[in-house]
């Protein structure tokens, strides 16, 4: 049986890919040097040639805070047609079993801590990346949707904030820890004495390492039959200043850290309720501070291997 994994090569998609293969399970991994899922005629064709049993659905535009508040339109028009596009292939394809990937940013902002899946749509969203938020939303309906009208065993996740090998480092537009450790990396190589970063420091997230979630994704492919989304998180949480020494320490960065105060924060507080995931037997595995060392090593890879 084959699974294909739509967005393969991003950072949730290639780790998805990389678990897949050390089980021994026939995996295609599909980004955009393959299709253009934008395009619904190259998305059909491209499913309906391989015709996988299982589908991970991790294609999508993603970004950090800034670029979702500059370009509303991208995140929500693109998104909403790379993953109508790839589901409406998927039921032509006749695919048995589908895995959405939405995102925690669409829970409430100010929704009651933890965050459980029935809190979904019981509040406003944070302004800042609601575009982001409405579309993954839509996924989730839409996958609903298709179990309730055909009868199909599609499911939705919901990671909380992933990190790991893969992610995308550009401070312009990548999610904060990838783009700190960007920043303090550069600031340690080039002997910076002051490093100034957006807000305050304040909000509080989790961070999943990537690996980690991609064994839950495949274990709710295998075991998780409901049609409400199931939270995949660490149940542990770390303000943005408490992220920004570590990456600073694990970086070899020596200088000051300076915080701006008046730029956005985001979302005050966001940790996922795991209750459903960790009756399946699931729970993360790596450290905060194991995963950010292993993915700062990676990078100082990359950088050196582009020199």
Known sequence: MTNVVAGGYGLAGSSIVRSLEKSKKAVVPLGRRDVDFTNREETFSALKVIRPNTLYVAAAKVGGIKANN??????????????????????????????????????????QQPLKEEYLMTGPLEPTNSAYAMAKLAGIELVKSYRKQFGLDWISV???????????????????????????????????????????????????????????????????????????????????????EIISKLSGYKGKINWDGNEMNGTPRKLLD??????????????????IRKTITWYSKLVGDVK
């Open 274 to 291: 795991i209750s459903k995931i960790s009756l399946l037997g699931w729970t993360p595995r790596t450290k905060l501070e194991d995963g």
């Open 70 to 111: 500059a370009l509303p339109v991208d995140f929500l028009s693109l998104n909403l047609q790379i993953q109508t596009n790839i589901l409406d292939a998927a039921y032509e394809a006749k695919v048995n079993r589908v895995v959405f990937l939405a995102s925690s940013c669409i829970y409430p902002k100010f929704g």
């Open 158 to 244: 919901i990671p909380s904030n992933l990190y790991g090998p893969g992610d995308n480092f550009n401070p312009k537009n990548g999610h904060v820890l990838a783009s700190l450790i960007h920043r303090f990396s550069k600031a340690a190589q080039e002997g910076v004495n002051e490093l100034q970063l957006l807000g305050d420091g304040s909000p509080k997230r989790e961070f999943l390492y990537v690996d980690d979630f991609a064994s839950a994704v495949i274990l709710c492919a295998d075991k998780y039959k409901s049609d409400s989304p199931i939270n995949i998180g660490t149940n542990a949480e770390t303000t943005i200043q408490e992220l920004a």
